[in-house]
């Protein structure tokens, strides 16, 4: 394997689990925003709870993400970031006031009308960003960086249901109540269905208006990946109606992984369509070598670092499993 | 507005902005790890509630810097894309060392603050010690890319295009060490002063008085870090000033405000800077000459060895110089008095308070000083002798735009942040993480006391 080959990997690799992790967050969020009945507050206080020791490591995932972008592969991020200015500037507000807004709520609680105006602020933006990452997506899958076209504004809306749908299949796990848990459960069912249908669109508008996509879409890799995610996706609603909430949060996070193997698969080698491919974009032979190693060093100290994190606050019998 | 200037606006604000808190961010983890220490080993509740309203404000600083981190990383490549399409492939390995810092600083914060009362007391302290450890390193890290815009290394272009790249050397490019250390300091000096003067003016306003011990304990914490850093930052800045005397004269000649190559060169202290001169400045004559070569008769290279069109903003250059040295001039007066008031074991007199409560805005004008030299003092360039800035900037429109929507939001954040962080700071439990609804109050995490704090 060449280091460009493993450069390439490290990048998808952190973007994936941006997705996953960070996306999750970025759901809860959303959660927050339609947190309704007579659970509202709890809801809320239940997302506050899963997200706040995670959110800023799961953060972590999208700088690293962009860095690698322009350690690596300079010429195409220069690019991207020259033609997708707006998007990406509009998703960086949101990402700010999502950071800012969360902390802010959480010490204003005291305070109802600051604590309600931060809580809209909060959810607002974490349609904002998700939104915008994913119209970011959307626009560089068509080679013309169409941030504006109907095809990269569905793969917004997608990003937003795969976000709400992941957080409300991780947030059932993390209630004591019942009662909880079944307000997230019905939610994640809803989600699903919800990603089930909005992930057409952007495949249908693919159809007329990006043929270039579609052909990549449908070829091999692509196709599998996509089957999978659809499978998947009703593997999800399984194991939630029958409260495998554990088997659950897995099968989701592998849908989520599945899908963005879809968009990888329909456009690898290349980067920007029709512009860059991933070694057309490279940095020289040396920094790619630089990154892998520095990335093997880096891995050393945040695997155990991230899994202790994840084992204080996410591990087993912090909840009871559910009742089957 | 004009296009160049609109995003050097947006860019700067951001950088201002986000420099207090990345200081902040560094620097607070050793001071609230310095108070659980303190209650570990003495058991002094005063020591265990400093650590906990400190930990409050760092959680809240701690948000707020990370977001605005992340929109500077953006920003490299949003608003200077030109730069990053050349220097990303050099300069991109400190960047992603900055990465894995930053990740192992928000793994062990997230563990420190919502580890108090689900970790052992020692665990929860152990947890603070890679905050502490990957916070310095990740500002760090930054630091040396910013070394390398004002000395680029490591690579050679070969008509037009970059080769023979050496990503070590180009982290680790001639400055990067004064400059690190002198950065990494600076972190330290704002934090020690920043967190002593809060706890001044509470004992100044009478508005903690019950939780005199632990006002006191915070001062005196904040004071040693400030009163160690303070010198160090004395030594650090002269040993800078001497680097770049020689091998940034323009910066140099600019801070200085030295128009003319001269033997006997003058220090000037403020003044009216004009297009070929300084008036109405205090000039010390000689002193110049004398601090470069340590000898009077040494000739100081001008800014008429650099020309015109590769001149820094002399103006901003000085001032700023100026800014950073009396604003330093007045955190070491006060460090030292405050050192011998605390050696002879005396009751900080009021006065002296006073003294350390202007100290927390002088700190931050320090370094925001202290940054408008080395940025101000490097332009026309974004890298120096490799790429002018008004040549980097991005050809996407409406960057007045963002200027005005990102500064509006920085306003309302540092608003909204202040505001927070007086009430978790006045009240004793006020601005507590506290649930929404009473059926929830399990999860909440309450100011509990531990019943065996070992």
């Known amino acids: 394997m060449t280091a460009l080959e493993v450069d390439a990997g490290i990048t998808l690799v952190a973007l994936t689990l941006y997705v996953v992790f960070g996306g999750a967050d970025f759901g809860g969020g959303v959660w927050d925003l339609l947190a309704s009945g007579p659970r ?47 998007p990406l500037t509009i998703a960086l507000l949101g990402i700010v006031l999502r950071g800012a807004a969360f902390v802010f709520r959480n010490y204003t609680s005291d305070n109802v009308a600051l604590a309600r105006t931060w809580t809209v602020v909060f959810g607002a933006s974490s ?114 109606a029958r409260h495998r909430d554990t088997l ?77 | 507005m004009d ?91 400190p960047f992603s060392l900055e990465g894995f810092a930053f990740f192992i600083e928000a793994i062990f914060i997230g563990l420190y603050l919502y580890g108090w009362d ?42 037009g295009q970059v080769t023979d790249v050496n990503p070590i050397a180009a982290m680790f490019s001639p400055p990067w060490l004064v400059e690190v250390t002198h950065t990494t300091i600076a972190a330290y000096v704002l934090t020690g002063f920043g967190a002593a003067a809060v706890c001044a003016f509470a004992l ?71 297009s070929d001169g ?6 010390i004559p000689g002193a110049l000459s004398i601090l470069v070569a340590g000898n009077p008769d040494a000739e100081v290279p001008g800014l008429d060895r650099v020309a015109r069109n590769d001149r820094p903003p002399v103006a901003a250059v000085h001032y700023s110089f100026d800014t950073m040295v009396g604003s330093a001039s007045l955190l070491l007066l006060v460090a030292i008095v405050w050192l011998v008031a605390a050696l002879r074991r005396r009751e900080l007199a009021r006065w002296l308070l006073i003294g350390i409560a202007i100290c927390g805005p002088v700190s931050v004008a320090a370094v925001e000083a202290g940054w408008f030299v080395t940025e101000f003092g490097r332009q026309p360039w974004i890298a120096r002798g490799l790429l002018r800035t008004t040549d980097a900037v991005t050809i996407a429109p409406g960057l007045d735009v963002q200027f005005y929507g990102f500064s509006l939001v920085y306003v309302v954040l540092a608003a909204a942040c202040w505001w927070l962080l007086r009430r978790v700071g006045t009240k004793p439990r006020g601005g507590e993480r506290r649930s929404l609804s009473a059926h929830q109050s399990d999860t909440v995490s309450a100011t509990t006391y531990p019943s065996s704090p070992a």
């Open chain 1, 40 to 86: 509202r507050d709890a809801q809320r206080d239940l997302i506050s709870n899963a997200i706040g020791p995670v959110w800023e490591s799961n953060h972590v995932w999208l700088i690293f993400a962009w860095v690698a972008l322009f350690t690596c592969f300079p010429l195409a991020y220069a690019d991207i970031a020259t033609y997708l200015n707006a």
């Open chain 1, 127 to 240: 349609l904002l960003a998700p939104f915008f990452l994913g119209d970011a997506v959307g626009a560089l899958a068509t080679g013309r960086y169409a941030w504006t076209s109907p095809f990269a504004l569905s793969v917004g809306l997608f990003d937003v249901a795969l976000c709400a749908q992941v957080a409300a299949v991780f947030l059932v796990r993390e209630s004591a109540d019942p009662a909880l848990r079944d307000d997230f459960r019905r939610r994640a069912l809803r989600a699903t269905v919800a990603v089930w249908v909005i992930g057409v669109i952007p495949v249908l508008l693919a159809r007329t208006a990006e043929p270039q996509f579609f052909a990549a879409l449908t070829g091999s890799t692509a196709r599998i990946a996509i089957a999978l995610a659809m499978l998947l996706g009703i593997v999800v609603m399984v194991l939630i």
């Open chain 1, 248 to 324: 659950a949060r897995i099968a989701a996070g592998a849908e989520v992984v599945a899908v963005l193997g879809g968009w990888f698969g329909a456009q690898a080698p290349q980067l920007v369509p029709g512009r860059y491919t991933l070694a057309s974009a490279a940095a020289a032979p040396a920094m790619l070598e630089a990154f892998a190693v520095a990335a093997a060093c880096g891995a050393v100290l945040l695997i155990p670092s991230m899994l202790y994190l994840f084992a204080v606050f996410k591990g087993p019998g912090r909840v009871p499993e559910g009742e089957t």
């Open chain 2, 3 to 93: 296009h160049v200037i609109a995003a050097r606006a947006q860019m700067g604000t951001s950088l201002a902005f986000h420099i207090v808190f990345a200081c902040l961010g560094v620097g607070l983890p050793l001071l609230v790890v310095a108070a659980e220490a303190m209650w570990l080993r003495t058991h002094r509740r005063a020591y265990y509630d400093l650590a906990r309203t400190w930990s409050k404000g760092m959680a809240i600083l701690f948000a707020v810097g990370a977001v605005s981190g992340t929109v500077l990383s953006f920003e490299l490549g949003l608003l200077w894309p030109v730069f990053m399409r050349y220097a990303g492939g050099i300069i991109g390995l």
């Open chain 2, 118 to 159: 689900r970790l052992s007391p020692r665990a929860h302290w152990l947890t603070g010690i890679p905050v502490v450890i990957s916070g310095a390193l990740s500002a760090g890290f930054v630091t040396t890319a910013n070394a390398w815009m004002n000395m680029p290394t490591g690579f050679r272009i070969v008509n």
């Open chain 2, 204 to 274: 100044l306003r009478r508005s903690a008085d019950d939780r005199r011990e632990q006002v006191r304990a915070g001062l005196t914490i904040g004071m040693i870090v400030a009163t160690v850093a303070i010198p160090l930052q004395w030594i650090a800045g002269d040993v800078i000033a001497r680097f770049d005397a020689d091998h940034e004269p323009a910066k140099f000649a600019s801070l200085e405000a030295i128009f003319h190559s001269e033997r006997h060169a003058p220090v000037t202290v403020g003044g009216i800077v004009g």
């Open chain 2, 278 to 283: 300084v008036r109405y400045g205090i000039v």
